[in-house]
T-cell receptor, first 115, second 112 residues
Framework: AQSVTQLDSHVSVSEGTPVLLRCNYS??????LFWYVQHPNKGLQLLLK??????LVKGINGFEAEFKKSETSFHLTKPSAHMSDAAEYFC?????????????FGGGTRLMVKP | KAGVTQTPRYLIKTRGQQVTLSCSPI?????VSWYQQTPGQGLQFLFE???????NKGNFPGRFSGRQFSNSRSEMNVSTLELGDSALYLC???????????FGQGTRLTVV
């Protein structure tokens, strides 16, 4: 069975400071990994994805994530937080070589940005 | 290209009633998944359909059911509604089952 753990349920940063949202996965399958963002009462929007190409992935709105196989991690970063980044963020895992191909989500991290 | 469309956006139902939610995937996408999102339980997977067949199922009671039509549109039905069914129901579509998912805006269901 696979699982995704987002290590922080809440993260608070000041505007203009770096953002780090942590995600670890557990699976015996090769991964495809994703970060999604959700603003209040909206659906999830895809921020970026890792699909076994470059380990450093750039996404929308200045976010990027690095896949580290040895650490089974896929942490999301942004150099400088903006007020509009305040939202909930979800990490997701997809096994590439499993016929079930079920997308598994972490519990989410709520990012708060202080002015 | 139109995104994933969910209807209705908001719904208020009474306990004991049933409800049907609709999802139209992105054109060309053959997989549709449904999720329930609540403040207490987070994002929970309900089921996934691909080419009209249910391929994966989450741990929900039989009151929750779904189906997918030949045009890939999907419906989700909840019978005998309970207060605890109040949630944001999200639909997501994928081209194939080994690709990323794209989400709709959700249907906010309130059971009173």
């Amino acid at each position: 069975a696979q699982s995704v753990t987002q290590l922080d349920s809440h993260v608070s940063v000041s505007e203009g400071t770096p953002v780090l949202l942590r995600c670890n996965y557990s699976s015996s399958y090769s991964p495809s990994l994703f970060w999604y963002v959700q603003h209040p009462n909206k659906g999830l929007q895809l921020l970026l994805k890792y699909t076994s190409a470059a380990t450093l992935v750039k996404g929308i709105n200045g976010f990027e994530a690095e896949f580290k196989k040895s650490e089974t991690s896929f942490h999301l970063t942004k150099p400088s937080a903006h007020m509009s980044d305040a939202a909930e963020y979800f990490c997701a895992f997809l096994p590439l070589d499993n016929a079930g191909n079920m997308l598994t989500f972490g519990g989410g991290t709520r990012l708060m940005v202080k002015p | 290209k139109a995104g994933v469309t969910q209807t209705p956006r908001y719904l208020i139902k009474t306990r004991g009633q049933q409800v049907t939610l609709s999802c139209s995937p992105i054109s060309g996408h053959r997989s549709v998944s449904w999720y329930q999102q609540t403040p207490g339980q987070g994002l929970q997977f309900l089921f996934e359909y691909f080419s009209e067949t249910q391929r994966n199922k989450g741990n929900f009671p039989g009151r929750f059911s779904g189906r997918q039509f030949s045009n890939s549109r999907s419906e989700m039905n909840v019978s005998t509604l309970e207060l605890g069914d109040s949630a944001l129901y999200l639909c997501a579509s994928r081209i194939y089952m080994n690709t990323e998912a794209f989400f709709g805006q959700g249907t906010r269901l309130t059971v009173v």
